[in-house]
């Protein structure tokens, strides 16, 4: 085994570029993750009503509409038209994350994914097996059949077991059952499946993949020609099958990760020690020619 394979994840990339530079990505989406629910705290906690509403349907500063597209799916199959301002609410959410990619939704907005991410954390620390994992497509089955159960109800079936919505309306209210709901996600992916919930049953997360297939934000690995084999973008990353494609790619393959699994968190960017990925956009197609990563200035060094 490599001595650099062997080393702990990211510890090569914290040696290179500095313990900042080489979390950079995880720490902002925590703030981001962060920024969205205080917004919508503001205003039961403080009474600061900014934004109103939750993640499935809210209106911010009294006039902005915005309305989770799957939310309105599930309304429009139920047999229940929704009002002018929440199909506008809609349609801003879904052109928006249809063009910087649907799963940047799970990486960077939605309140589970630091559960589930803690869940991952203790899961390594404690050297558990990886345990069962379910077809990455029962996430679209459970999908349809979300959407099946909306039209056979006449219901916005999924809201109600959502652990979204379940840990927002607990923040508010006081968590009772949505401690439980939140808690049994976290022991699922802790004791059953590795990376379980966003990786393979949440049918939000398959809705925002299937709704950014053609988004522009990607990631590139377009100095692939550089890569040390260290391994460490694939034990971060939390869909590190669509790595591959990009990395280990022939002359001539895109450098881009064009999976929509792909949530674009930027770990592997974050924990690569010579700088293989970035992000981009999905037309820059080029790949840099095999060259030593330049040299670290005092400025990346303070990073």
């Known amino acids: 085994m490599k001595a650099s394979t062997a080393a702990p994840v990211g510890q090569e990339a914290i040696q290179a ?15 981001s993750q962060a920024v969205f ?21 809210s209106r911010s500063f009294g006039v902005l509409p915005l309305t989770d597209p799957l939310v309105a799916l599930q309304s429009l199959v139920a047999g229940h038209w929704p009002a002018a301002t929440a199909l506008i609410g809609a349609g801003i959410v879904l052109v928006t994350y ?22 991952h954390w203790l899961h390594d620390r404690l050297g558990l097996h990886k345990g069962w994992q379910p077809k990455r497509q029962t996430r679209l089955w459970l999908l349809g059949a979300v959407l099946a159960v909306s039209a056979l109800t006449g219901t916005i079936a999924w809201e109600t077991v959502n652990p979204i919505t379940m840990l927002h309306r607990g923040l508010v209210f006081g968590m009772g059952f949505a401690w439980a709901l939140v808690g049994l996600v976290f022991v699922f992916d802790l004791l059953v499946a590795r990376r379980g919930w966003c990786g393979h049953l949440c049918p939000v997360g398959a809705f925002y993949g299937l709704l950014g297939q053609r988004s522009l934000l990607r990631v590139s690995a377009a100095r692939r020609a550089a890569c040390d084999d260290c391994m460490d973008c694939f034990a971060v990353c939390p869909e590190n099958q669509v790595i591959a494609p990009a990395l280990r790619g022939k002359d001539g393959d895109t450098p881009l990760i064009l999976s929509p699994d792909c949530t674009n968190c930027g770990r592997c960017i974050d924990v690569c020690s010579v700088d293989v990925f970035a992000f981009t956009h999905r037309f820059d197609t080029h790949v840099e020619d095999p060259s030593p990563p330049r040299p670290r200035t005092a400025a990346d060094q303070a990073a």
């Open 17 to 31: 570029k500095g313990w900042l530079r080489a979390h950079r990505f995880l720490i902002l989406r925590r703030l």
């Open 37 to 57: 629910l205080a917004l919508f705290l503001l205003g039961p906690w403080f009474g600061l009503w900014w934004v109103t509403g939750t993640l499935a349907g």
């Open 98 to 119: 249809a063009l910087i990619g649907g799963r940047v939704y799970c990486s960077w907005v939605c309140p589970i994914n630091p559960v589930t991410d803690a869940a």
